[in-house]
T-cell receptor, first 112, second 112 residues
Framework: GQSLEQPSEVTAVEGAIVQINCTYQ??????LSWYQQHDGGAPTFLSYNALDGLEETGRFSSFLSRSDSYGYLLLQELQMKDSASYFCAVRQNSNSGYALNFGKGTSLLVTP | ETGVTQTPRHLVMGMTNKKSLKCEQHLGHNAMYWYKQSAKKPLELMFV???????ENNSVPSRFSPECPNSSHLFLHLHTLQPEDSALYLC???????????FGQGTRLTVV
């Protein structure tokens, strides 16, 4: 089976940097994704890492180490609007398109 | 707006009722998914459709019955549900080979 672990809650100050870690166990690995979900909203795609290293997209970066089964999402210059839940996800080992298995999510609270 | 539309946004139903959730996408995607999101639990994959064919059923009880008449529409038929089935039901779609899934806003279901 597959399992993903991430912290349940993180609090940070506006303008700061925060890192959300994710460790995973999976029988077959097809990359690690990150999604953001605001209260009452749809999960939206942030990033995807298939290979080791850092991927940067504006204020958000995502890192992957396949040998450690570990990744993280880095949010810089935090803004109040970044308060949301962040989910790491791995692609299910199947021929079923892009079916994802998600972690429980990390609730990020950005304070003034 | 992600391009994936779900209706209704909210639904309250009794345990003996029959209702259906609808999902529609006009993004040209060929894979569609149903997820269940309960409080304090990760998004759970329920069903996967590729090119209108069901390719995944994650041990979902038969009181949930999916239907995919074409690549743009996906339904979830509900009957004799239990209160523990109350959750946010999310539909998503993707194009085979892509690394991103697009989610709808979800249907908030309450079973009374």
């Amino acid at each position: 089976g597959q399992s993903l672990e991430q912290p349940s809650e993180v609090t940070a100050v506006e303008g700061a940097i925060v890192q959300i870690n994710c460790t995973y166990q999976t029988s077959g690995f097809y990359g690690l994704s990150w999604y953001q979900q605001h209260d009452g909203g749809a999960p939206t795609f942030l990033s995807y890492n298939a290979l080791d290293g850092l991927e940067e997209t504006g204020r958000f970066s995502s890192f992957l180490s396949r040998s450690d089964s570990y990744g993280y999402l880095l949010l810089q210059e935090l803004q109040m609007k970044d308060s949301a839940s962040y989910f790491c996800a791995v692609r299910q080992n199947s021929n079923s398109g892009y079916a994802l298995n998600f972690g429980k999510g990390t609730s990020l609270l950005v304070t003034p | 707006e992600t391009g994936v539309t779900q209706t209704p946004r909210h639904l309250v139903m009794g345990m003996t009722n029959k209702k259906s959730l609808k999902c529609e996408q006009h993004l040209g995607h060929n894979a569609m998914y149903w997820y269940k999101q309960s409080a304090k639990k990760p998004l759970e994959l329920m069903f996967v459709y590729n090119f209108k064919e069901q390719t995944e059923n994650n041990s979902v009880p038969s009181r949930f019955s999916p239907e995919c008449p074409n690549s743009s529409h996906l339904f979830l038929h509900l009957h004799t549900l239990q209160p523990e089935d109350s959750a946010l039901y999310l539909c998503a779609s993707s194009r085979r080979g892509d690394t991103e899934a697009f989610f709808g806003q979800g249907t908030r279901l309450t079973v009374v």
